[in-house]
Structure formats: structure tokens, C-alpha cells
């Protein structure tokens, strides 16, 4: 499956914005999805998750409240929906897909978007 992650852009603390990953190749119904997020200078960490029934998701602490998961079969796409947007959130967005849950580390994954940068100004 190949993934291409998009919908970053530079928006103000306080703002939200969808980023979207988008599968082709196969359909992405069979696997989970993860996104993860890169900072520069520091390592890759993961921000949510959802299992490939959608059924069950996984927040990190400094995300949960304010980011929303989702998963669109029928458009073979996950977004992540940011609210309420914190300098802190700054970093490249990187979607990831496994057929397995919950989610593991960052390494464990074959397939991988591109990433999409997420700015965020204070």
C-alpha cells in the first residue's frame, strides 16, 4: 500500500487543521493506521492511532482533547483533525500503516507517507 500524507500548512496557536493520508494500491480498510510526528532535533513520536475497524483508537497525552482520529473506507483515507493548536505541535506529520494493533514503535512499520508540515505560530 502506498501512502501520501497532506494538509499541513502554517496556522496560528489557537487554529485547527485536518491533515489527510491517503492510500492507493490496496485498500487501507485491512490495516491500522498510525500518525506520527517528527520535531526538528528530536526523535519521532507518535500522536494517534486507529485500529482497522475503526473500532478502537489510541491518543498520546499531549494530543488527547484536542486531536481526533478518523477513517473514511469508501475514500481510502485517515485524517487527523488538530484543535487547538500549540507551538509545540510544530513538526513534519507522517502516517503509517500496519495490519496489526495497537499501535508499536515507529520502526516496526513497512509503510510510510511522506510527511506533511504542520507549523504552528505563536
Known amino acids: 500500500v502506498q501512502l501520501q500524507a497532506s494538509g499541513g500548512r502554517l496556522v496560528q496557536a489557537g487554529g485547527s487543521l485536518r491533515v489527510s493520508c491517503a492510500a492507493s494500491?490496496?485498500?487501507?480498510?485491512?490495516?491500522?493506521v498510525t500518525w506520527f510526528r517528527q520535531a526538528p532535533g528530536k526523535e519521532r513520536e507518535i500522536v494517534a492511532a486507529?485500529?482497522?475497524?475503526?473500532?478502537?483508537?489510541y491518543y498520546a497525552d499531549s494530543v488527547k482533547g484536542r486531536f481526533t482520529i478518523s477513517r473514511d473506507d469508501a475514500k481510502n483515507t485517515v485524517y487527523l483533525q488538530m484543535s487547538s493548536l500549540k507551538p509545540e505541535d510544530t513538526a513534519v506529520y507522517y502516517c503509517?500503516?500496519?495490519?496489526?494493533?495497537?499501535?508499536?514503535?515507529?520502526?516496526?512499520?513497512?509503510?510510510w507517507g511522506q510527511g506533511t508540515q504542520v507549523t504552528v505560530s505563536s
Open positions: 503509517a500503516a500496519d495490519p496489526t494493533w495497537p499501535p508499536r514503535v515507529y520502526n516496526d512499520y513497512d509503510y
Open positions: 494500491g490496496r485498500t487501507l480498510s485491512i490495516y491500522s
Open positions: 486507529i485500529q482497522w475497524s475503526g473500532y478502537s483508537t
